[in-house]
């Protein structure tokens, strides 16, 4: 245990500290999760932010290289059995069994590594808590601080406009980019996406949003209107009746069952550039299935059934997009707890042709393995339409 505060030492004192993260709680019950350790210039003082990671929020505090020696020695090995410690020369893990017998591994390191020491919250400052609307839609307090109940779902917003961001620099545009985000709720992630694109990207941003809930629709405009913010309305709508002027960007984020299907096909007979949704409750296809009583070794479990459903719906969902002209990726998206809503499909259109006919058999046979009669999607992409 002593040679690694010796090591800690020695790393502290040659500023050699790249990261650390001390985790496996001695208590199961504990609600932090583990401490990542960074070294941040504050005010040009050297010091090492500790983010606490607890379930549901996470809390930082700096301390100057003493006091952080001495937090590490009051959490390791009595709240925290476990560390890894990586500095510019090697990565030192310390291990601490149940009994209590600390292992320590030491690997020298042949990469060029640096020390970042930018402060964490400027590195994430894609969203700017202090903008008017946060307070209005509830996420900050008055004087522009995310209040503590909000804090994941601002982390999550904030994690949505990186991979919006990541997804759109990856397709061009014309001088305007004209998104509509359907079943766009409470409005954070579009208030989110507007924000971010309107203050870098070099392009006209023109955002609509969809809503069936009336309530919604008027609060959300009239935060709009009390700030100020141009090309920018929300519109009392089902996704099914909407009727756009032009779409870029379909974005779709939990939009009910069979709504994310409408979604889609509003991208899709809209030559929208990109189609970004992550569904949400699988309803239609489950109950295809239940209906169908044609179970395998996989579906005869009810939670497997369920989990099955929600992946050939959106398997089926990403092959309609292949379908109709769009390369498409199926991505990881911002962890929801105890939910399956973690996927984002993304849709990008493009010139190559595709094969159809291959296309068609696959979603054709991935139906009849589980009896599907119909996929809400694939059956309405032929009702009163051009030929794909
Ligand atoms: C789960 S919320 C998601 C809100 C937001 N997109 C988000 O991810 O935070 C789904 C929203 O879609 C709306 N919605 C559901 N079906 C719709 C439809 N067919 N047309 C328009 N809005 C719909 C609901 O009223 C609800 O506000």
Same mark, same amino acid.
């Given at each position: 245990? !002593?040679? +690694? ?13 790249? @990261? ?24 040009? *003082? ?9 379930? %549901? ?67 994430? %400052?894609?969203?700017?808590?202090? *903008? ?12 522009? @601080? ?18 919006? &961001? ?14 509509? &985000? ?8 579009? +208030? ?26 008027? @609060? ?13 309305? +929300?519109?009392?709508?089902? /996704? !099914? *009746?909407?009727?756009?002027?032009? /779409? ?13 299907? &409408? ?22 296809? %489950? ?12 579906? @005869? ?35 929801? &707890? ?33 009896? /599907? ?16």
């Amino acid at each position: 245990m !002593e040679n +690694f505060f010796e090591k800690l030492d020695s790393a502290l004192k040659n500023n050699s500290i790249v @990261k650390m993260t001390l985790s496996k709680s001695v208590s199961k019950n504990n609600e932090l999760r583990n401490i990542y350790v960074k070294p941040i210039l504050l005010k040009d *003082n050297k010091m090492y932010q500790f983010t606490y990671r607890y379930d %549901r929020r996470d809390e930082t505090k700096n301390f100057d290289a003493r006091q952080m020696m001495e937090q590490v020695r009051s959490m390791v090995p009595a709240t925290f059995q476990n560390v890894s410690l990586f500095t510019l020369t090697e990565d030192v893990t310390l291990l601490v069994s149940k009994k209590g017998k600390p292992t320590l591994m030491c690997k020298k390191i042949n990469e060029n590594r640096e020390v970042d020491m930018n402060h964490d919250h400027e590195k994430q %400052r894609l969203i700017d808590p202090s *903008n008017p609307w946060w307070h209005l839609l509830g996420l900050t307090s008055r004087d522009g @601080k995310v209040i503590a109940d909000m804090q994941h779902k601002f982390k999550q917003i904030c994690k949505y406009v990186e991979i919006v &961001d990541g997804v759109m620099r990856q397709t061009k545009f014309d001088d305007e980019i004209h998104i509509a &985000d359907m079943g766009a709720g409470k409005g954070y992630l579009t +208030f989110a996406l507007y924000e971010y694109l309107t203050t870098h990207y070099d392009k006209k941003i023109v955002m609509e949003g969809v809503e069936i809930r009336k309530d919604l629709v008027l @609060k959300i405009n009239d935060i709009i209107e009390k700030c100020k913010l141009q090309n920018f309305k +929300f519109i009392e709508n089902s /996704i !099914e *009746n909407y009727k756009p002027s032009n /779409i870029d960007v379909l974005i779709a984020l939990h939009a009910c069952d069979t709504a994310t299907d &409408d979604a889609i096909l509003k991208g899709i007979r809209n030559n929208a550039k990109l189609i970004i949704c992550a569904p949400c409750c699988h309803k239609q296809i %489950r109950r295809e299935m239940e209906k169908s009583g044609k179970t395998d070794a996989i579906t @005869k479990y009810g939670i497997f059934l369920e989990r099955q459903a929600v992946m050939i719906t959106d398997a089926v969902r990403a092959l309609v997009l292949e379908y109709c002209g769009y390369k498409t990726q199926v991505m990881e998206f911002i962890e929801i &707890d105890n939910t399956p809503k973690n996927v984002l499909l993304v849709g990008r259109k493009s010139d190559k042709p595709v094969d159809k006919e291959a296309l068609a058999k696959q979603i054709k046979e991935l139906l009849g393995q589980y009896g /599907i009669e119909e996929h809400y999607l694939w059956k309405n992409l032929w009702k009163n339409c051009r030929a794909y």
